[in-house]
């Protein structure tokens, strides 16, 4: 979950005012430590399509990558959001497929689109709107591996006040909204497809922050949240909250967050960016596992606590591990699409990317747009998978 970057990204960039000039430099560094790796990042203005090359499959024993270091950046805390990538480092998948180093960062204030074009990371795990948004402006980037295929935002409501089923319940109540371009499009994409005019009109929508505790409160009966951060898990662990879901996802087939690189990277170490790919792939598939919750939780807490963060997050009295544990349990219905299943754990869904280009072109987020397939690079994807959407591993 990239949220609050992105709200800082795209408050600041009006989701789409990055000028390359204001991506030439890098300010400040990753929030548990800097990056050592020196793999090329700087990006070309040319265009490409998403088929890339046509390497036949490879094995994780001819990777041609022994030896190479690779930074990673998440743009949130590195918590269940990034289970897929935490958990390729925590069980050396990194390793398994030849990389020597591998760093993984965390920030909530760096922009994605500007440390991965100017090399201080390979890889940034954000949103695929930051793609998005950078394509626009002719950046040279592309979502290389889908980590969340549908949006985690949901509408959330106290279930022990409301019993909400649909949008159309909202009539005659406060609706809390984040003001970030990708909550208010969804929202106002989703309430015009549900309800009339008139109808809308019987919605109080104001802006709050993030706390849950604007519901617990009554400043709002509904808003909207991300429902697997950990503080309405913990609330709920403890017995203190009961809340309700309605994804938006159900009403919107838009994507969530995505591995992003250069198209330089791309170009000039395509082996480093497919053994990212697999490796990654990898973690994401475990993430997904049923049977695997607790022990990816557990890897969770290891990189929170490896990042300083751990009793920042989960400074309660519940158990840190029950928490991310409960945490993974809900991403899986929000990071696995259908698509997954033929095409490969990772696949980067175009139409949903499209959609969501569409939705903030039409609102007026985006100057201009690019075709979806030049996002999105599925080259990597298809050559580490085989024909039945398998991921091809070497125990």
Not at 251 to 270: D, H, Q, R, W
């Amino acid at each position: 979950m990239s949220s609050i970057h992105r709200r800082k990204f795209l408050k600041s960039t009006g989701l789409a005012s990055v000028g390359i000039a204001g991506l030439a430099g890098c300010t400040g560094s990753g929030g548990s430590g800097e990056s050592s790796s020196e793999s090329s990042g700087g990006g070309s203005d040319e265009e490409e399509s998403s088929s890339g090359s046509e390497t036949e499959p490879t094995t994780s024993s001819d990777s041609n990558v022994s030896g190479e270091s690779i930074s990673i950046l998440t743009t949130y805390y590195p918590d269940a959001s990034y289970s897929g990538v935490v958990r390729a480092k925590y069980q050396n998948y990194f390793e398994a497929v030849g990389f020597s180093d591998v760093t993984l960062d965390y920030s909530l204030e760096l922009n994605p689109l500007q440390v991965v074009t100017s090399d201080d990371y390979d890889f940034v795990i954000a949103s695929h709107l930051d793609s998005i948004a950078g394509r626009a402006q002719g950046v040279p980037v592309q979502s290389i591996v889908t980590t969340q295929g549908s949006t985690v935002q949901a509408y959330t409501y106290d279930a022990d006040e409301h019993d909400f089923e649909s949008p159309a319940d909202f009539m005659g109540s406060t609706l809390g909204l984040q003001n970030d371009p990708d909550i208010t499009t969804f929202n106002n994409q989703i309430l015009s497809n549900e309800l009339s005019e008139e109808e809308r009109d019987q919605i109080n929508e104001t802006f709050v922050g993030y706390d849950v505790r604007n519901l617990l409160t009554g400043k709002v009966d509904v808003m909207t949240k991300f429902p697997t951060n950990a503080d309405g898990i913990i609330l709920e662990l403890q017995d203190e909250a009961s809340f309700g879901y309605i994804p938006m996802k159900d009403y919107l087939e838009v994507p969530g967050n995505a591995a992003i690189t250069t198209t330089s990277m791309i170009e000039e170490k395509p082996d480093v960016v497919r053994e990212f790919v697999r490796a990654h792939a990898k973690g994401l598939a475990d993430s997904i596992n049923p049977d695997m919750a607790a022990s990816v939780a557990a890897d969770c807490v290891q990189s929170t606590e490896d990042a300083g963060i751990g009793e920042q997050i989960f400074g309660t009295d519940v158990d840190a591990v029950d928490i991310q544990t409960r945490a993974i349990e809900l991403f899986r219905e929000y990071r696995h699409i259908d698509e997954w299943d033929t095409n490969g754990v990772g696949w980067n869904p175009v139409d949903r990317v499209a959609l969501a280009q569409q939705l903030f072109a039409d609102a007026g987020q985006l100057d201009d747009t690019s075709d979806p397939e030049t996002i999105v690079n599925n080259t990597f994807i298809d050559e580490v998978t085989d024909e039945n959407g398998t991921l091809i591993w070497e125990e």
